[in-house]
């Protein structure tokens, strides 16, 4: 166990170093920085004094390793287009992103779960076939075209949810929240629906096939000749054994969720690193862009990390698998 832990946290290292080298070569290649700085009328003398401040008549080798370092304290220098620090600009954002992945897994998981489980256990049923029918949305509407009609229909027809922003929050700390008010819930709801409902399609489906495929086992089998209930088989036997396929993709997906967010959260106007990112690209901001990078990087690298040591809590095969390879080792 120790050692898969250690062998999966250098492999990430070495993700994020990689990513890291992605990120530093922006800075390199897609523009001059300091004309993003600067105005036209600053003189050639001023601009080489503020090239050597910030480094950048260094070779890359060096500035690679100072921005690794940098990067490991949480220290990505200034934003262009503000002059703030890139690292409160991240800080001020990301629980407004993060607030709204969780609420869109949760969306995911507690209704693409059961609606796979049902259409699993009666797929010929004519339910079934809708539920599978009306799930296509999910994947053919675009979320951007998704979320204009969820405004359209729930915020400017019928005036139950608000249509932009995040509501009234809560300050806790550094953490500004939107569940400890109501408007704050309110606005949660429509834009968690839009960034979730493409995945929940892809949840359903995935429970809904590896449901099938339970079902048809030998030890299903055997359970209704013990004469078993219809509802020890089906959950107490079968879906156990579905979720753990759906453990790694749902936590894929989580990630997902989180580095896709940009579209719902402009539609929206969704104060959040997603919109910081587009608004970034739009001024060439590389700073915040490579910010924005390894810190989608870092979050898969700890959601894929939790997901395999959730792996040895739901697959007993696992751990059996550990328990025989230290008996082989002694």
Same mark, same amino acid.
């Given at each position: 166990?120790?050692?898969?832990?250690?062998?999966?946290?250098?492999?990430?290292?070495?993700?994020?170093?990689? @990513?890291?080298?992605?990120?530093?070569?922006?800075?390199?290649?897609?523009?001059?920085? =300091?004309?993003?700085?600067?105005?036209?009328?600053?003189?050639?003398?001023?601009?080489?004094?503020?090239?050597?401040?910030?480094?950048?008549n260094d070779s890359p080798p060096v500035q690679f390793l100072r921005?690794?370092?940098?990067?490991?304290?949480?220290?990505?220098?200034?934003?262009?287009?503000?002059?703030?620090?890139?690292?409160?600009? =991240?800080?001020?954002?990301?629980?407004?992103?993060?607030?709204?992945?969780?609420?869109?897994?949760?969306?995911?998981?507690?209704?693409?779960v059961p609606m796979g489980v049902y259409t699993g256990l009666y797929?010929?049923?004519?339910?079934?076939?809708?539920?599978?029918?009306?799930?296509?949305?999910?994947?053919?509407?675009?979320?951007?075209?998704?979320?204009?009609?969820?405004?359209?229909?729930?915020?400017?027809?019928?005036?139950?949810?608000?249509?932009?922003?995040?509501?009234?929050?809560?300050? =806790?700390?550094?953490?500004?929240?939107?569940?400890?008010?109501?408007?704050?819930?309110?606005?949660?709801?429509?834009?968690?629906?839009?960034?979730?409902?493409?995945?929940?399609?892809?949840?359903?489906?995935?429970?809904?096939?590896?449901?099938?495929?339970?079902?048809?086992?030998?030890?299903?089998?055997?359970?209704?000749?013990?004469?078993?209930?219809?509802?020890?088989?089906?959950?107490?036997?079968?879906?156990?054994?579905?979720?753990?396929?759906?453990?790694?993709?749902?936590?894929?997906?989580?990630?997902?969720?989180?580095?896709?967010?940009?579209?719902?959260?402009?539609?929206?106007?969704?104060?959040? @690193?997603?919109?910081?990112?587009?608004?970034?690209?739009?001024?060439?901001? =590389?700073?915040?862009?490579?910010?924005?990078?390894?810190?989608?990087?870092?979050?898969?690298?700890?959601?894929?990390? @939790?997901?395999?040591?959730?792996?040895?809590?739901?697959?007993?095969?696992?751990?059996?698998?550990?328990?025989?390879?230290?008996?082989?080792?002694?």
């Amino acid at each position: 166990m120790i050692a898969f832990i250690l062998r999966r946290m250098l492999q990430s290292i070495a993700v994020l170093v990689a @990513v890291g080298l992605v990120a530093f070569s922006l800075f390199r290649y897609v523009g001059d920085p =300091i004309n993003a700085m600067v105005g036209q009328d600053t003189s050639m003398e001023d601009r080489a004094a503020l090239r050597e401040k910030l480094g950048l008549n260094d070779s890359p080798p060096v500035q690679f390793l100072r921005f690794i370092s940098n990067a490991a304290r949480g220290n990505f220098g200034l934003s262009y287009r503000t002059s703030e620090p890139v690292s409160r600009m =991240i800080f001020e954002r990301i629980p407004a992103t993060l607030e709204l992945a969780f609420c869109a897994a949760i969306f995911v998981l507690f209704v693409g779960v059961p609606m796979g489980v049902y259409t699993g256990l009666y797929p010929k049923h004519w339910s079934s076939r809708l539920l599978q029918t009306v799930s296509l949305l999910g994947v053919s509407l675009p979320p951007f075209l998704l979320g204009i009609l969820l405004i359209l229909v729930f915020a400017v027809m019928l005036h139950w949810l608000p249509s932009f922003g995040r509501g009234e929050t809560v300050q =806790i700390g550094w953490w500004t929240t939107n569940f400890l008010t109501l408007s704050g819930l309110k606005a949660l709801i429509l834009p968690s629906i839009t960034l979730g409902l493409f995945q929940l399609t892809l949840i359903m489906r995935l429970v809904r096939s590896e449901m099938l495929e339970v079902m048809r086992t030998d030890y299903i089998k055997f359970a209704r000749a013990r004469g078993l209930s219809n509802r020890a088989i089906n959950f107490g036997h079968a879906l156990k054994n579905t979720l753990v396929p759906v453990i790694t993709v749902m936590g894929l997906q989580l990630g997902t969720l989180i580095a896709f967010a940009i579209v719902t959260e402009t539609v929206f106007a969704w104060p959040g @690193v997603g919109q910081l990112f587009l608004q970034s690209v739009q001024f060439s901001d =590389i700073p915040v862009m490579a910010a924005y990078l390894l810190l989608i990087a870092l979050l898969f690298v700890v959601i894929n990390l @939790v997901v395999d040591l959730l792996y040895f809590v739901v697959d007993p095969r696992l751990r059996s698998q550990g328990g025989a390879a230290k008996v082989a080792g002694h």
